[in-house]
């Protein structure tokens, strides 16, 4: 047990899991009050502009604006096999990147053959097609995705790194989300999210931990994504970034007063603790 500053004694405790039941219990935990934990809906989105300015992507199309075009898989595939008019398990919804073999492909066709792989293609209406190695897409291409309003990118990336940074990109933000009330710190690079009722002492131990040179991630409300059956990552909602209250005294920018060092924006959960009353 400790206290601080004349505070009752706490009890601090820890249970060891796996990471995999850590992830269950939390998505699953219906005991914490509903104003306190909030589940997103698991269909999570996300915009094509906001992909666009994170992979620095060229636009050469889009049917709308960017921002108003929806992402809503983290799934990143290849259409090989759909250029050769395989289309069994076929998902529109996944981004679709065109890589080396599938642009030779093209290229070693027929114009009539190219024009009708990409018509049958393009009228399952795919969320988004890329053309990566730095590749430009011909006439034909241009034509039909306006035709059917596919909206069309490229990038100077290597196929397989780019795959490799989008699908990590996409997991992280159509991850499933909930709001759990808690303080979340960095201590020694581990993320802990600490647990406990109102009042008993989460955001003092988190001060004593940051005077010690430990960062804040999130007081109060801790925004969680399950970015993997094992993974979890922590952060604070933007509007309270940073901020950390303390009863009788009132909101820390803790950035301000300790230093930008002293702050992170987000982090792994790799351990949570529970505080309770002694």
């Given at each position: 047990?400790?206290?601080?500053?004349?505070?009752?004694?706490?009890?601090?405790?820890?249970?060891?899991?796996?990471?995999?039941?850590?992830?269950?219990?939390?998505?699953?935990?219906?005991?914490?009050?509903?104003?306190?934990?909030?589940?997103?809906?698991?269909?999570?989105?996300?915009?094509?502009?906001?992909?666009?300015?994170?992979?620095?992507?060229?636009?050469?199309?889009?049917?709308?604006?960017?921002?108003?075009?929806?992402?809503?898989?983290?799934?990143?595939?290849?259409?090989?096999?759909?250029?050769?008019?395989?289309?069994?398990?076929?998902?529109?919804?996944?981004?679709?990147?065109?890589?080396?073999?599938?642009?030779?492909?093209?290229?070693?066709?027929?114009?009539?053959?190219?024009?009708?792989?990409?018509?049958?293609?393009?009228?399952?209406?795919?969320?988004?097609?890329?053309?990566?190695?730095?590749?430009?897409?011909?006439?034909?291409?241009?034509?039909?995705?306006?035709?059917?309003?596919?909206?069309?990118?490229?990038?100077?990336?290597?196929?397989?790194?780019?795959?490799?940074?989008?699908?990590?990109?996409?997991?992280?933000?159509?991850?499933?989300?909930?709001?759990?009330?808690?303080?979340?710190?960095?201590?020694?690079?581990?993320?802990?999210?600490?647990?406990?009722?109102?009042?008993?002492?989460?955001?003092?131990?988190a001060i004593e931990l940051i005077k010690r040179g430990h960062r804040l991630i999130a007081d109060d409300a801790v925004e969680i994504?399950?970015?993997?059956?094992?993974?979890?990552?922590?952060?604070?909602?933007?509007?309270?970034?940073?901020?950390?209250?303390?009863?009788?005294?009132?909101?820390?920018?803790?950035?301000?007063?300790?230093?930008?060092?002293?702050?992170?924006?987000?982090?792994?959960?790799?351990?949570?603790?529970?505080?309770?009353?002694?």
């Amino acid at each position: 047990g400790f206290g601080f500053g004349g505070q009752p004694e706490r009890k601090l405790c820890i249970t060891a899991r796996t990471k995999r039941e850590r992830c269950d219990i939390l998505f699953t935990d219906e005991s914490a009050p509903e104003q306190k934990r909030k589940e997103t809906d698991m269909q999570n989105s996300t915009d094509l502009q906001t992909i666009i300015d994170e992979m620095n992507l060229e636009v050469l199309y889009t049917p709308a604006p960017p921002s108003e075009i929806n992402i809503t898989r983290s799934d990143v595939t290849r259409p090989g096999l759909q250029l050769a008019g395989f289309f069994d398990h076929f998902e529109a919804q996944r981004v679709q990147t065109v890589g080396r073999a599938e642009f030779d492909y093209l290229r070693s066709l027929p114009e009539e053959k190219c024009r009708e792989s990409l018509t049958d293609f393009l009228s399952r209406s795919p969320v988004c097609l890329i053309y990566t190695h730095g590749n430009r897409p011909g006439e034909i291409e241009l034509e039909l995705t306006r035709y059917f309003e596919v909206p069309l990118l490229c990038t100077t990336e290597a196929t397989s790194d780019f795959m490799a940074t989008m699908i990590a990109f996409l997991n992280l933000k159509l991850a499933p989300m909930i709001t759990r009330h808690g303080v979340f710190v960095e201590v020694y690079g581990e993320g802990i999210l600490i647990l406990g009722d109102s009042g008993i002492g989460k955001s003092e131990t988190a001060i004593e931990l940051i005077k010690r040179g430990h960062r804040l991630i999130a007081d109060d409300a801790v925004e969680i994504r399950k970015v993997s059956a094992k993974t979890l990552t922590g952060t604070a909602p933007e509007i309270i970034r940073h901020y950390i209250e303390i009863r009788g005294i009132g909101i820390i920018d803790v950035c301000r007063i300790f230093g930008v060092g002293a702050v992170k924006t987000w982090k792994r959960s790799t351990l949570w603790l529970s505080l309770k009353n002694g």
